[in-house]
């Protein structure tokens, strides 16, 4: 347990954020998703705090896929952060927390000329270009609308992090951004430096996620930097930004062991250094665009226990209320959670049992062999280190209602995202007759 940022209080129960995490359980029901306020400006604060005691200008921008909600982009606004959003739909709810609209940046694969226009509209911070047509759609809408904006350009330095395939994109073949091999980066760099309603500012990749080498991001940074030495050499370009993105890995399980985001800043910064020296150049904005270390570690998720099944021999099932509708990370990426019996975290394991959700769907478990006190119907369940990509990937498989979430800080509790009722599952529904 030590590694997870919990203590365990008189009672014997599992706190977060100086809250009795059974308690909360009685109050708003299960599943349910709690967020340690404290711990997520922490993790801002950690951040933002290395760039400005090594005296480099620096973004930090919250990827707000990792879990966006009102209440989220509010704390995410308050630390000063920038933010990242890669649809309208985050966009939209960056604008409904009075984001400030200059610290937006939108990303995607496949921006819609709504999304552009939207984004153009609200006068964003900045585009990050990913593809040919999408220079052409912003393009009609700047000459359109006579406004102009300002981008970076997202390129694919061709690196494979150690990370699970789904979540690397950085590498040659890959749906996002331009390749730097093939000459695609340097014809699409004339296009949006020669553009008079584009500012174009530098160049953007994130090489993947749940990373734990910062050789990959020194390596990134050279890279990338080599391509702006040449624009520079060629046609005078002094770059103003590079952006890093995001994916530090965060500690789900004992064996992981990441770095501190001061030694991951740290190292970037330096790689960044000494490339602008060795070029000459001056030294860009260094942005970054971390998710899952801002919220990941700083999220519970807690469950009621329901059936169990014992197979002698074997293993032993516990069943819980939610599952791959509320965290689909194990499914989809065989991702690997600890978890503690709330109401009974003082005492020690003395079983072992495999959690499943209640999805009609064998691959629906959550932790296979997870050492316990003994078990009983009704004990609540805390799964750490749920904060980032599960409500953001939350889905109504079997019709599930999503969970609702809350925030603790300070020794107060408050609801900021309410539990969904089945009105609320049904409501595009139409009849047919
Ligand atoms: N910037 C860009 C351009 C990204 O594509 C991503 C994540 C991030 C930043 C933030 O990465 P982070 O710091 O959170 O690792 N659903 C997967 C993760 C997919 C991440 C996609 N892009 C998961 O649950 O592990």
């Not at 990827?63 to 933010?83: C, D, H, T, Y």
């Not at 003082?346 to 997870?370: F, N, Q, T, Y």
């Amino acid at each position: 347990l030590d590694h997870h940022p919990y203590t365990i209080n008189e009672a014997g129960h599992l706190a977060i954020g100086g809250m009795d995490a059974v308690e909360l359980a009685n109050k708003y029901g299960t599943p349910l998703y709690v967020f340690d306020v404290s711990l997520i400006r922490e993790n801002c604060r950690a951040f933002v705090n290395t760039f400005q005691e090594l005296g480099v200008r620096a973004q930090v921008a919250y990827a707000s896929k990792a879990f966006s909600s009102v209440a989220m982009l509010q704390v995410i606004r308050q630390e000063n952060l920038s933010l990242d959003v890669v649809s309208q739909g985050e966009l939209y709810t960056a604008l409904l927390a009075d984001f400030p609209v200059k610290k937006i940046h939108l990303h995607g694969n496949n921006k819609s000329y709504e999304e552009l226009e939207m984004a153009i509209d609200n006068d964003i911070g900045c585009i990050v270009v990913d593809n040919f047509q999408e220079i052409d759609l912003i393009s009609h809408i700047l000459q359109e609308k006579d406004k102009t904006i300002s981008v970076l350009m997202r390129v694919t330095p061709g690196i494979e992090p150690n990370t699970h395939q789904y979540i690397v994109t950085g590498n040659e073949d890959s749906k996002f951004g331009f390749s730097l091999e093939n000459g695609q980066a340097d014809k699409a760099f004339l296009q949006l430096y020669e553009h008079e309603k584009i500012n174009f500012k530098g160049l953007h990749n994130h090489i993947g996620s749940q990373i734990f080498e910062t050789e990959v991001f020194q390596l990134s940074a050279d890279i990338l930097f080599h391509k702006l030495a040449e624009w520079h050499a060629e046609y005078n370009f002094v770059p103003e930004v590079l952006n890093l993105g995001g994916g530090f890995g965060i500690r789900y399980t004992e064996d992981d062991q990441p770095l501190s985001y001061a030694e991951h800043v740290n190292k970037i910064v330096t790689a960044v250094q000494d490339q602008s020296e060795s070029f000459n150049l001056p030294m860009p904005e260094i942005w970054i665009e971390p998710g899952r270390s801002i919220v990941g570690n700083a999220g519970i998720t807690l469950y009621s226990v329901g059936s169990m099944k014992e197979i002698p021999g074997v293993r032993k099932y516990i069943s819980v209320d939610g599952g791959m509708t509320d965290n689909i990370r194990p499914a989809l990426y065989q991702a690997k959670y600890e978890a503690v019996l709330a109401n009974k975290a003082a005492l020690p394991a003395s079983e072992s049992v495999s959690v499943a959700g209640k999805c009609c769907e064998s691959g629906d478990m959550l932790i296979w062999d997870l050492s316990v006190p003994e078990i009983d119907s009704d004990d609540i369940l805390a799964v750490f280190s749920t904060g980032a990509y599960g409500y953001s990937m939350a889905n109504h498989y079997n019709r599930f209602a999503k969970p609702a979430a809350v925030f603790v800080e300070d020794g107060n509790d408050k609801l900021v995202v309410k539990r969904e009722t089945y009105h609320d599952v049904v409501k595009n529904d139409i009849s047919y007759e």
